[in-house]
Nanobody
Framework: QVRLVESGGGLVQAGGSLRLSCVAS????????MGWYRQAPGARRELVAD???????IYADSVKGRFTISRDNAKNTVYLQMNSLKPEDTAVYYC??????????????WGQGTQVTVSS
């Protein structure tokens, strides 16, 4: 069973920083892209950042220049460094990975989410 487990969320004041981590474990053959999504109350889940195995990354316009995504392939881990946080960043943040399981099938997997709350 493949699992993604996030950590690092919490409550922070505007202008502060948080670092999220996500570790993938289980019957994994190969991980392709990994990323972070978020969902605010009443809103659609949206892409925050995504990174390939080679380190190429993309960001939502709203977080460019403030957030940095990175990964450690040897540890099956993806990170999201969040700086200059704004109240608009408040959301549940979900880790995502496109990976091949032991069955050789490529499929998306999701973590259960971690709450990030930014106060004014």
């Amino acid at each position: 069973q493949v699992r993604l487990v996030e950590s690092g969320g919490g409550l922070v004041q505007a202008g502060g920083s948080l670092r999220l981590s996500c570790v993938a474990s289980g019957s994994i053959f190969r991980i392709n892209a990994m990323g972070w999504y978020r969902q605010a109350p009443g809103a659609r889940r949206e892409l925050v950042a995504d990174i390939t195995t080679g380190g190429s990354s993309i960001y939502a316009d709203s977080v460019k220049g403030r957030f940095t995504i990175s990964r450690d392939n040897a540890k099956n881990t993806v990170y999201l460094q969040m700086n200059s946080l704004k109240p608009e960043d408040t959301a549940v943040y979900y880790c995502n990975a496109d990976l091949y399981g032991s069955d050789q099938i490529l499929a998306p997997y999701w973590g259960q989410g971690t709450q990030v709350t930014v106060s004014s």
